[in-house]
């Protein structure tokens, strides 16, 4: 399995270059599939809407394999940030998404949101694609790190954030999260890319043929009995 990585700031494109990716790959015979880092982030953020959320999240926890206590330290930890950061029906909770990565990091594993990337990855799929990349280790952990450059062209990337920011406020906050990544990309595209761009920069980097090997498979997680 083929893991790629696509970083870049807020609205930088990073979910459209990885649709781009994911067609583009398909079309070559692979069998790709989209799986962001932060994709049980959200599952454990739509628990704010439940009637008990903190049980609901220790349960969650506990059936990816890691021990009652640090699901409880971990629950304990959202139930506050849904207090913190209460969630607006229809809107994107950046704060709140935030806070519920770091404290999995902080109480579960430094690599738990990896962990449940490649968990998610089924037999068939070759190429898992993750436009989410946003800390050194999540880069560490790919075979492809491609990085979209908002300073390649300042003027559209400015009105990529007045449009995004315009129907949604949240997005222009942005924690330590946005400004982490100390890792070198293998590749860099210029925001306003074009698929051309992803064609020509991207897409040689991947295997002509992947096949999936188990020592890719979700490893234990740390600290099951902490």
């Known amino acids: ?16 270059a990885g649709e781009i990716i994911h067609t583009e790959l398909r079309s070559r015979g692979h069998n790709p599939m989209i799986i962001p880092f932060a994709l049980d982030v959200r599952m454990v953020a739509r628990c704010e809407w439940l ?13 990816w394999g890691y021990s009652g206590a640090r699901a409880g330290r971990f629950a304990e930890l959202v139930a506050g940030a849904f207090r913190q950061y209460p969630s607006t029906a229809g809107r994107k909770n950046r704060q709140l998404l935030q806070a519920i990565g770091g404290a999995g990091r902080a109480e579960l594993a430094p690599d738990v949101w990896i962990q449940r990337v490649l968990a998610r990855v089924p037999q ?4 898992v694609i993750s436009p989410d990349l946003r800390f050194d280790n999540e880069a560490d952990g ?32 942005a924690d330590a999260s946005e400004r982490s990544l100390t890792r070198v990309a293998d590749v860099t595209l210029p925001v306003g890319f ?33």
């Open 1 to 16: 399995m083929f893991h790629l990585g696509i970083s870049g700031p807020i609205a930088s494109g990073k979910s459209f």
């Open 51 to 63: 009637e008990t959320p903190e049980s609901k999240i220790y349960d969650l926890v506990r059936s």
């Open 124 to 127: 068939h799929v070759d190429v």
């Open 142 to 173: 790919v075979d492809l790190h491609v990085h979209i450059d908002a300073s390649a062209n300042p003027a559209v990337y400015a009105a990529q954030i007045a449009q995004v920011a315009s129907g949604d406020a949240t997005y222009t906050h």
């Open 194 to 226: 074009t698929r051309d761009d992803i064609t020509r920069l991207a897409l040689p980097r991947v295997p002509a043929m992947v096949r999936y090997t188990a020592d890719r498979v979700a490893p234990e997680p740390v600290g099951r009995t902490g």
